[in-house]
């Protein structure tokens, strides 16, 4: 009896120092987000950075914790370190390695693209002119479509000169659907996920620029991202990338 009691003491030390060791790693995403990171249907997150990031945290002995952001202020809860990295299907832009944040390697190629819908009339990117177009806060896009040199001083074009800045994209496609915008600016696989889900969704087949994703971590934490780097290297090599990718229907 002593000695089962003995085992099972020794036991708790063990598990207790297990659970001790494994440290905490919050992720910080748009939870509208799909297919990279959402809240799925019975109120879990999932997505394909959720998973990558979950089988990452596995093979570094971390803990995930999933924190929903608000997109236009990431860097700012990023540097409050209500999160330790934005990994939703960010864009990595010059201005952010200049601020002194620390990018991942680009683990997806992107393209912004037109969303619209049948009978807007909206069949090539000049159609845009005059109408009501919708970019998400804080995004590529929007930069896109505020760059003065860029190819789309065609913003100036739009109704209201400008496009109309929306917290997300679902709830952009939620406009687009009852008629409140007429075209959206956007990821092509999130404007592929809102067109399996409303019906009439149209993509224009232009790209309106490319570029690619990567994971940001706070200045200093070179470190961190190498290792997930690593993991991610290994998650290619063991396939779970590739199964991941075919499952979120990515190309
Ligand atoms: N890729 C674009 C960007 O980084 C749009 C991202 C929007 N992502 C998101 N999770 N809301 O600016």
Not at 3 to 27: H, N, Y
Request: proline residues 3%; hydrophobic residues 40%.
């Amino acid at each position: 009896m002593k000695k089962l009691l003995a085992l099972a003491l020794a036991l708790c030390l063990v598990l207790g120092a297990s659970a001790a060791l494994a440290d905490e790693f919050k992720m910080g995403i748009d939870a509208e987000y799909p297919p990279f990171s959402y809240l799925d249907d019975d109120g879990s997150y999932a997505g394909f950075d959720v998973e990558m990031c979950k089988a990452a945290c596995d093979i570094l002995g971390l803990e995930q914790v999933i924190v929903p952001i608000n997109w236009d202020t990431k860097l700012i809860s990023l540097d409050n370190k209500e999160h330790d990295c934005v990994w939703s299907g960010m864009t990595i832009l010059d201005t952010m390695k200049e601020a002194g944040y620390v990018l991942s390697f680009p683990y997806y190629d992107n393209t912004q693209v037109v969303l619209t819908k049948e009978g807007n009339g909206i069949s090539t990117v000049e159609d845009l002119a005059g109408k009501r177009v919708a970019v998400q806060l804080g995004t590529s896009g929007e930069a896109l479509l505020a760059d003065p040199e860029g190819q789309l001083e065609l913003a100036q074009t739009f109704e209201g000169g400008a496009p109309v800045t929306m917290e997300n994209f679902n709830i952009c496609g939620t406009e687009l659907d009852a008629g409140g915008v007429d075209a959206v600016v956007i990821d092509l696989p999130v404007a592929q996920n809102l067109a399996s889900r409303f019906n009439g969704f149209v993509i224009l087949d232009t790209n309106l620029g490319s570029e690619q994703y990567g994971i940001c971590f706070r200045n200093g934490d070179d470190e961190l991202c190498k290792k997930f780097e690593d993991a991610i290297m290994k998650l290619v090599e063991d396939g779970t990338y590739l199964s991941l990718a075919q499952k979120y229907g990515l190309d």
